[in-house]
C-alpha cells in the first residue's frame, strides 16, 4: 500500500505541473508552436539511453551515479539511463519529452537546457548545503534515470503559471491553487514519504522564480511566445 501511495503522489505531482506548462503556454496554442529542438534533443538523448542498455548489458555498471564507482561523466550520462522497468522508463520518457516542450515554449530552449542540467547538478550538492547529506538523498533518480532533473524542470512551468496569474487583472483562483500546490505537494511528499521527486520540485520551483525575477528585471515580457 505505500508502494502504490507513493506512485500516485510521484504521478500526481507530475500531473499538476504537466496542466502548469497547458496552462501558462495555451492550450490552444500548441499546434501553432515550432517545433521544440531542446525538448527533441533531450528525449533523442533518453531514448539513445534506453537503446544502448538494450544493446550492451554493461551500460548500467558503466554509466550511473553509483557513488561506489569512480567517473566523473556517471552524474550526466545516469540521467539518461533507466532503472524503473518498462512502465517506469516510458513514463520517464514521455513525460521528459512533453515537460521539456512545454517549458522551451515559454522558457526558450537555451534556458530549458540549463534548467535541465541544474536539475541534474543542484540537488544533491544543495542536500550538502542544508546538511541533508547523511539522509535520503532528494535525488529521486537512485543512481540513475531522468524524472530528478524532469521533475525539478516541471516545477518552473508551476512558477511561471503563478507569476503570470497572480500579476493579470483577473486572477482565476483554480490557477492560484494548482501553481501554489506544486511546490507544497512536493514538501507534503518529502516529509511524509522521503519522495526525493517532491523536493526536487521545491528546488526547481525556488530556480524557476529567481530566474523569472531575473528575465523579467532585464528583459521585459513581450508575451508568451518563448
Not at 496554442?29 to 544502448?52: K, M
Not at 539511463?81 to 513525460?95: D, E, P, V
Amino acid at each position: 500500500m505505500e508502494a502504490i501511495v507513493f506512485n500516485v503522489t510521484t504521478a500526481a505531482l507530475m500531473v499538476m505541473m504537466l496542466n502548469c506548462g497547458l496552462g501558462v503556454v495555451g492550450r490552444d496554442t500548441l499546434r501553432a508552436r515550432p517545433l521544440p529542438w531542446a525538448a527533441i534533443a533531450l528525449t533523442a538523448v533518453a531514448v539513445a539511453g534506453v537503446l544502448l542498455q538494450l544493446l550492451w548489458s554493461g551500460a548500467m555498471d558503466a554509466l550511473d551515479a553509483d557513488p561506489a564507482r569512480h567517473g566523473w561523466w556517471r552524474e550526466f550520462t545516469s540521467v539518461f539511463m533507466q532503472n524503473g522497468g518498462l512502465f517506469g522508463g516510458l513514463w520517464n520518457l514521455a513525460t521528459l519529452a512533453a515537460v521539456a516542450a512545454l517549458a522551451q515554449w515559454y522558457w526558450g530552449g537555451p534556458l530549458t537546457l540549463a534548467f535541465f542540467l541544474a536539475g541534474i547538478v543542484l540537488p544533491g550538492r544543495i542536500d550538502t548545503l542544508l546538511g541533508l547529506g547523511d539522509g535520503p538523498s532528494t535525488d529521486p533518480r537512485n543512481f540513475a534515470g531522468s524524472s530528478g532533473a524532469t521533475y525539478f524542470l516541471g516545477a518552473t512551468l508551476a512558477l511561471a503559471l503563478l507569476t503570470r496569474t497572480l500579476l493579470t487583472r483577473t486572477r482565476l483562483p483554480k490557477e492560484i491553487a494548482l501553481a501554489a500546490g506544486v511546490p507544497v505537494l512536493g514538501l507534503a511528499m518529502w516529509l511524509a514519504q522521503d519522495n526525493g521527486h517532491g523536493l526536487v520540485a521545491v528546488y526547481g520551483f525556488a530556480l524557476g522564480a529567481i530566474a523569472w525575477t531575473l528575465r523579467h528585471r532585464f528583459h521585459p515580457p513581450v508575451g508568451r511566445t518563448a
